[in-house]
């Protein structure tokens, strides 16, 4: 099987963020909460202070004021074409994306594009967590819990920070918009550095 990150990865953009403006355009009320989200930026990435988690929950909230699946629905009916190039050319029916976005936006694709979808379980209307946001060491968690035995064969994304999962597949790439490249171990430890 090969295994896919998703914004900036598979996608054009950040999925979520898109999602979020999306929201605004459709659901005026959700720009009631535009100072708590930016309050929550400036506190997590600025003062470093709670967990992305924490700093996710808070920036969901909008979400009390949309139309749950139906948006998400509405949303991919538009946003589709955001899916690159390079992958419509690799797909194979046993292809699993593993994102840190939220399951409830990711899981309309499972029958759109034919993949399974592991990404962080959010509740789609409190925006509350079930678990850990999946990223980093926890993509690996939550692959070996669906397929314990899995065997990867090629991974691709647009982040280092994907290291625990690149180390587990045959190939690795980093991907920047339309190119492949072949993942280079060292990279991340030369981020660690500086």
């Given at each position: 099987m090969n295994v896919y990150d998703f914004d900036e990865t598979i996608y054009h953009g950040d999925s979520t963020r898109h999602f979020f403006f999306w929201c605004f355009r459709h659901h005026p009320k959700t720009l009631l909460y535009v100072p708590l989200i930016g309050f929550s930026t400036l506190r997590y990435y600025a003062f470093h202070i709670g967990t992305k988690t924490e700093f996710k929950e808070r920036m969901y909230r909008f979400l009390k004021v949309i139309n749950g699946e139906e948006d998400v629905k509405r949303f991919w009916r538009e946003k589709i074409g955001g899916i690159k190039e390079f992958y419509r050319k690799t797909h194979r029916d046993d292809d699993v994306i593993i994102?840190?976005?939220?399951?409830?936006?990711l899981k309309p694709l499972e029958d759109k594009l034919h993949i399974t979808v592991i990404a962080s379980k959010v509740?789609?209307?409190t925006g509350k967590y079930d678990g850990l946001n999946c990223y980093h060491a926890e993509k690996v968690k939550r692959f070996r819990e669906l397929y314990p035995d899995g065997h990867i064969?090629?991974?691709?994304?647009?982040?280092?920070?994907?290291?625990?999962?690149?180390?587990?597949?045959?190939?690795?790439?980093?991907?920047?918009?339309?190119?492949?490249n072949d993942w280079d171990f060292n990279q991340h430890k030369k981020n660690l550095r500086t």
């Open positions: 994102s840190a976005s939220p399951e409830f936006l509740d789609i209307r064969e090629s991974f691709y994304s647009d982040s280092y920070s994907d290291e625990p999962l690149a180390l587990l597949a045959d190939k690795a790439y980093i991907v920047k918009g339309e190119e492949l």
